[in-house]
């Protein structure tokens, strides 16, 4: 097989291209780039992520270099509105990670090459023609050089201003924000510094201002300040003004310092409709882009990648029907659609401006926030592991797309290792390694034990129920696998006096 063309070496290309290596499958990574990110940019890897990176071989680095924060705290002044603990997440990793994305592509990066991949570098996708059977690539190489390629699948992880994308003619929709934003990564001193284990956002009546620890005693701020014309976009702020803002939002005694990276930016709320168009793909900003609030982007991206990785490989392989990649668009286009209404949502309501509605919005968030339920709901969505696929063409039964918590794993995570299959949760061990032997591509040899005694369960490579049916209703888990197999993969049972399948 030609290798799988992916567009853009960001962390979601690069997680894109380790996953499908990881898989043995042979990947081209490409971007324009002479370099890797040399700024801190996306900062924030959630829990969900993490799982993910951990079942992927490469979790340790991350966090071996990573700082932990374990609260997010919302003040306006000095008065603390609410605060979440991130220990309610139910996850081995119930904290906030803060990796600049420097780091994460580095170590991405190297995780990649152990694999035998490297990115190239100052190469530029041109041009493509599509077709039932696959693409056609024109490249471009630094010094003028140009290459034709053909590939099977051509995946576009090629950011906001997608190459990929303009090459399908789809659609971006939706709006940019009116207001400027300002970025610095600093380091704070001062007795009013906020703690360096949560992130803090101070709502003041001029806008928002969000300050998120980092590793080395520095920080990340964010802060809305204000509208400017179209046609003169705001130049990046002085340390003189992030220290203004600093005084008259958050208050008491906070210095800024060293700054390694200021910059302005607006915000943008577009959404791909479909991230496949037939052999070619879109994940991670090329898909769709959003206001920072909650810090999701990255993560939302990456897992874009991770969902796709493990269906590509199986397809490739010949352990499933190509209908499996119909998944794809569905599943990732409504978390996408999710993150950015509740993006919005969160901008909009940080950035209130009528003096009446600031203070409905501080009491209503002070009422809620002393709930321990609204607490709890909001570290969970935050840590994406409340992602669930629902309403899936992949999902069949009670419960099913929902995240198998890791405690219940009964074993490494599902599609750990070089093979992605699907995992059999079932009490009767022998009638489920029958069953498995008939569907070898698609199902690990030997079942797990369930975790609700009475129920059968087909979890995911990525760790989701595909279906959950009752302790007795083994043909509709013949069924959903003769769904998801290539046509006559299934091995025939040997069946007993009863038209049950021999243990």
């Avoid at 801190?40 to 700082?67: K, M, N, P, Y």
């Avoid at 924000?177 to 001193?189: C, G, K, P, T």
């Avoid at 990649?325 to 999710?338: F, H, I, K, M, N």
Wanted: glycine fraction near 10%; hydrophobic fraction near 45%.
């Amino acid at each position: 097989m030609s290798p799988i063309l992916i567009v853009g070496a960001g962390p979601v290309g690069l997680t894109m291209a380790a996953e499908l290596a990881r898989y043995g499958l042979p990947v081209r990574i490409i971007d324009r780039s002479p370099h890797p990110a040399e700024t801190s940019r996306a900062i924030v890897i959630w829990s969900r992520t993490l799982e993910l990176l951990e079942r992927a071989g490469c979790a340790d680095a991350f966090l071996e270099i990573g700082h932990r924060v374990h609260a997010a705290t919302i003040r306006s002044g000095e008065a603390v509105l609410g605060r979440t603990e991130l220990c309610d997440i139910a996850s081995a990793y119930n904290f906030a990670l803060m990796v600049p994305q420097s780091d994460t592509e580095r170590l991405l990066g190297a995780h990649l090459r152990s694999f035998g991949v490297s990115v190239e570098r100052e190469v530029e996708l041109v041009s493509f023609t599509a077709s039932a059977e696959g693409v056609t690539a024109r490249l471009a190489h630094a010094g003028g050089r140009e290459e034709t390629v053909e590939t099977p699948w051509l995946l576009g992880c090629d950011g906001a201003h997608s190459a990929v994308r303009h090459g399908l003619g789809a659609e971006f929709e939706g709006t940019a924000q009116r207001d400027d934003w300002i970025l610095a990564d600093v380091r704070l001193e001062g007795e009013a510094r906020p703690p360096t284990d949560e992130i803090t956002t101070y709502l003041h009546r001029d806008g928002p201002l969000a300050i998120f620890p980092m590793a080395g005693g520095r920080a990340r701020m964010i802060a809305a300040v204000g509208e400017s014309s179209p046609g003169h976009p705001r130049p990046a702020p002085t340390i003189e003004e992030v220290q203004a803002l600093l005084g008259q939002r958050a208050g008491g005694e906070i210095r800024a310092l060293d700054p390694v990276w200021l910059a302005s930016f607006r915000i943008n709320g577009r959404k791909a409709r479909d991230y496949r168009q037939g052999r070619v793909f879109l994940a991670g900003d090329a898909a769709h882009i959003h206001s920072p609030a909650g810090g999701q982007g990255m993560n939302t991206g990456m897992q874009d990648a991770i969902n796709l990785a493990w269906k590509l490989a199986m397809v490739a392989q010949g352990a499933a029907a190509p209908a499996l990649l119909d998944s794809y668009s569905p599943e990732r286009g409504a978390v996408g659609e999710t993150v950015l209404r509740n993006a919005a949502r969160l901008t909009d309501m940080a950035t209130l401006a009528h003096p009446a509605a600031i203070v409905a919005r501080n009491l209503a968030l002070h009422f809620m926030l002393g709930f321990h339920a609204v607490r709890k709901r909001m570290a969970l969505t935050m840590s994406e592991v409340e992602i669930a696929y629902p309403e899936s063409p992949l999902s069949a039964g009670r419960h099913a797309g929902v995240r198998l918590a890791p405690a219940d794993y009964d074993g490494p995570p599902p599609g750990a290792g070089a093979v992605p299959r699907f995992v059999l949760y079932a009490a009767d061990t022998a009638r489920g390694a029958a069953l498995a032997a008939r569907f070898p591509a698609l199902l690990e040899p030997r079942p797990r034990r369930p975790p609700v005694a009475g129920r059968l369960l087909v979890v995911r490579p990525d760790g989701y129920v595909g279906l959950s049916a009752s302790a007795e209703a083994w043909d509709e888990v013949e069924a959903y696998l003769r769904r998801l197999a290539p046509t006559h993969a299934a091995v025939p049972a040997d069946l007993g006096d009863e038209g049950i399948p021999a243990s």
